[in-house]
C-alpha cells in the first residue's frame, strides 16, 4: 500500500535560539551537509516507489522558503497553508483530510520536519512494517528504543503484540520525566515517544470526530473554503482560527482504542535543544562541535557556532556559544533547554531579535540591515533572477539604491530604467516604484533609507505577485 509523508512544518524551535527564530525556525536551518532537516525529511523518502508525493503543511509565511528548499533538492509536493498555528491536532486533521479526498487508498505518515533521522532506509523499512498495522486500522506510532534516561521526551508502553506485525498495541502516554523516573521507564521497556504517525486517513477522521469534533469541524470547513494560491492550497484563516490549539496525542492518541507502536531502535533526535544538536553533531577529539569563525583554547564537550563573527572562547567545558550578527547566546549545555524561557522574556521586552533575524527572507530574495540610527536606515537586498519586488510607497522615507552586482529594472512613478554595477538611482518620499531582476544572475543592491521613520510597516503595497 502506498505511504504518503505528510510533514507538519509549523514549529519555531525557540529552544535553537538565536540561530532559529520565526522569521526563520530551525527546521529551515541549514544544519548537516548543508541541508535542512526538513529537507532530510524530504529526500529520506526520495526514490522509494513505496512513498508518494509528499504533502506539507506549513504555515503561510514560510511559504516561499519551503517552496525554495524543496526546487534546490529537486522535490515537489502537495502544500496546505495554515493561517495561524493551532497545534498538532489541526494540522493532522489538514493533512487527513487531504489525502483522504486525493489519495484515498492510502497510508498518510505523519513526520515533524525537525527531526534527525541518519540511517534513512531504517526508517523507511519501520515505517513500512507500521503500515501493516496500520492497513488493519490501527493508529501507529514509531516508538525510539531509547539510549539514555533523557528527560526532554514524552514515553510511551507497549502491549499485546498485533498479530502477523512487529508491532504492539499502545497502553500507555507519560509525559516528560524527571531523570529518575526515566531510569525507571527505561528498566520497565518505555520507549520514547517520537510524534511520528502512521494510518489510514479515514481511521484518523474517524476518531477525530468521535474525540475531537471542534478540531474535525475547523479543519474540514478551513480545508472546504481553501483558495489556490499559486502552488499553494490556502486554508480559509477565519475557519481554521476557531480549532482548538490541541496536540494530537491529547485529542486523540490518548484517547482511542486503535493506538499501536511500532519500536524503532536506530538513530533519531528531534534537535530540541542546543544539547540535543551537540549530541548529535560529529565532535572533535575535544568532544567539541565547531562551526563558523571560531577559535578555542582549552574548552571541551561544547557547541560553538558563528556565522561570520570571530567568536573566541578560552577556558570552558560544557557551554554553548552561538553569536550571530545580532546576537549572541552563552549557556551551559545542561540548561540549554531554558533558551526558551529566555526568548520568552525577549519578546516581554519587546526584542525584535527573539523573532526576526539580521537577515529576512522573502519570496525574491532576502534583505539584510546594515546599520539603523535616528532618521536613516541602511540594508543589503539580494534579489534571485526572476524575483520581482511589489509595487509600493513609502510616506515617511525616501530611499537611495546603490547596485554592486547585477543589472536592475527600476520602476519610479511612470519611468523604467535599467540600473547597471556602480550606478545609482533616488526614489523620493511617496514616489510609486519597483525593483526586478530580469537577469540570469543574482542582484545586489545597498539600500539608503532616509525619513522620519524606516519601519517594515511603511510599505503600501499597490501590486504584488506573490500574493501578500
Not at 310 to 318: F, K, Q, R, S
Request: with cysteine; net charge negative.
Amino acid at each position: 500500500m502506498l505511504i504518503v509523508p505528510t510533514i507538519m512544518c509549523g514549529g519555531a524551535g525557540t529552544r535553537l535560539w538565536p540561530a532559529s527564530r520565526e522569521s526563520l525556525p530551525k527546521h529551515l536551518l541549514p544544519m548537516f551537509d548543508g541541508l535542512s532537516t526538513f529537507q532530510r525529511t524530504v529526500t529520506r523518502f526520495q526514490g522509494d516507489p513505496a512513498f508518494g508525493r509528499p504533502v506539507i503543511v506549513t504555515g503561510a509565511e514560510s511559504r516561499f522558503l519551503i517552496g525554495g528548499q524543496l526546487a534546490a533538492i529537486g522535490a515537489e509536493a502537495d502544500i496546505i497553508l495554515e493561517p495561524s498555528r493551532q497545534d498538532s491536532a489541526a494540522a493532522v486533521a489538514t493533512g487527513a483530510l487531504h489525502l483522504a479526498r486525493r489519495y484515498p487508498e492510502a497510508l498518510c505518515l505523519m513526520l515533524a520536519a525537525d527531526h534527525l533521522i541518519h540511517d534513512a532506509a531504517a526508517f523507511r523499512a519501520a515505517a513500512i512494517e507500521a503500515g501493516r498495522a496500520a492497513a488493519r486500522g490501527f493508529i501507529m506510532t514509531l516508538g525510539i528504543r531509547p539510549t539514555q534516561p533523557a528527560t526532554g521526551y514524552g514515553y510511551i508502553a507497549s502491549g499485546a503484540a498485533i498479530p502477523a506485525t512487529q508491532s504492539f498495541l499502545l497502553n500507555q502516554f507519560r509525559e516528560k520525566p524527571d531523570a529518575v523516573t526515566a531510569a525507571a521507564y527505561i528498566q520497565s521497556g518505555y520507549l520514547w515517544n517520537s510524534g511520528n504517525f502512521l494510518f489510514q486517513p479515514g481511521v484518523m477522521l474517524a476518531e477525530l470526530a468521535l474525540h475531537a469534533p471542534a478540531v474535525l469541524a475547523a479543519a474540514t470547513g478551513a480545508y472546504d473554503k481553501a483558495a489556490r494560491d499559486a502552488d499553494f492550497i490556502r486554508l480559509d484563516a477565519e475557519t481554521f482560527r476557531t480549532a482548538p490549539k490541541i496536540s494530537i496525542d491529547f485529542a486523540v492518541m490518548e484517547k482511542t482504542g486503535k493506538a499501536g507502536v511500532t519500536p524503532y531502535a536506530s538513530d533519531w533526535s528531534d534537535i530540541g535543544t542546543w544539547d540535543a544538536l551537540w549530541q548529535a553533531s560529529p565532535q572533535d577529539a575535544a568532544a567539541n562541535v565547531i562551526a563558523g569563525d571560531v577559535t578555542a583554547i582549552g574548552v571541551n564537550r561544547s557547541l560553538i557556532q558563528s556565522d561570520g563573527t570571530l567568536t573566541a572562547v578560552v577556558g570552558l567545558d560544557d557551554v554553548v556559544v552561538v553569536a550571530t550578527k545580532d546576537a549572541v547566546l552563552v549557556t551551559s549545555r545542561a540548561r540549554s533547554a531554558e533558551v526558551k524561557d529566555l526568548v520568552t522574556q525577549l519578546r516581554k521586552d519587546g526584542r525584535k531579535e527573539a523573532d526576526e533575524h539580521n537577515r529576512m527572507y522573502r519570496p525574491w530574495g532576502w534583505y539584510q540591515r546594515i546599520d539603523i540610527g535616528p532618521g536613516f536606515q541602511v540594508k543589503r537586498i539580494h534579489v534571485v533572477p526572476g524575483g520581482k519586488l511589489s509595487l509600493q510607497k513609502h510616506q515617511f522615507r525616501a530611499e537611495h539604491w546603490v547596485v554592486v552586482q547585477g543589472v536592475a529594472e527600476v520602476t519610479v512613478d511612470k519611468s523604467v530604467s535599467l540600473v547597471r554595477e556602480n550606478e545609482s538611482i533616488h526614489l523620493p518620499l511617496g514616489c510609486v516604484h519597483r525593483l526586478v531582476n530580469t537577469g540570469a544572475t543574482p542582484l545586489e543592491l545597498i539600500e539608503v533609507q532616509i525619513g522620519s521613520y524606516t519601519g517594515e510597516d511603511d510599505i503600501i503595497r499597490i501590486e504584488d505577485i506573490y500574493g501578500r
